[in-house]
Nanobody, 112 residues
Framework: QVQLVESGGGLVQPGGSLRLSCAAS????????MGWYRQAPGKQRQLVAH???????TYAGRVKGRFTISRDNAKNTVYLQMNSLKPEDTAVYFC??????WGQGTQVTVSS
């Protein structure tokens, strides 16, 4: 089973930036789609961004133009660059791989 470990969350002021990382164990990382989801308190987990094995990307409307998902297959890592952060981006962010595994989540708090 693939294990995913997220890092890079934290507290940032509105308008600031953070970069999340998700490192995957195991082989054949490059064959699988990856995604970032987020869950705010009292709300359902929602897709933020998705990247296929070939590098095609999809974004939720609320983050399009501000967030960028990318992957480094040599490092078995997927990234989420988050710019122009807003208080409504506050949530726990989870990494996902198309094998069905989830990371433990990393907290992102946007507040002044």
């Amino acid at each position: 089973q693939v294990q995913l470990v997220e890092s890079g969350g934290g507290l940032v002021q509105p308008g600031g930036s953070l970069r999340l990382s998700c490192a995957a164990s195991g082989s054949m990382f490059n064959l699988h789609a990856m995604g970032w989801y987020r869950q705010a308190p009292g709300k359902q987990r929602q897709l933020v961004a998705h990247i296929t094995s070939g590098g095609s990307t999809t974004y939720a409307g609320r983050v399009k133009g501000r967030f960028t998902i990318s992957r480094d297959n040599a490092k078995n890592t997927v990234y989420l660059q988050m710019n122009s952060l807003k208080p409504e981006d506050t949530a726990v962010y989870f990494c996902w791989i198309s094998l069905g595994s989830w990371g433990q989540g990393t907290q992102v708090t946007v507040s002044s």
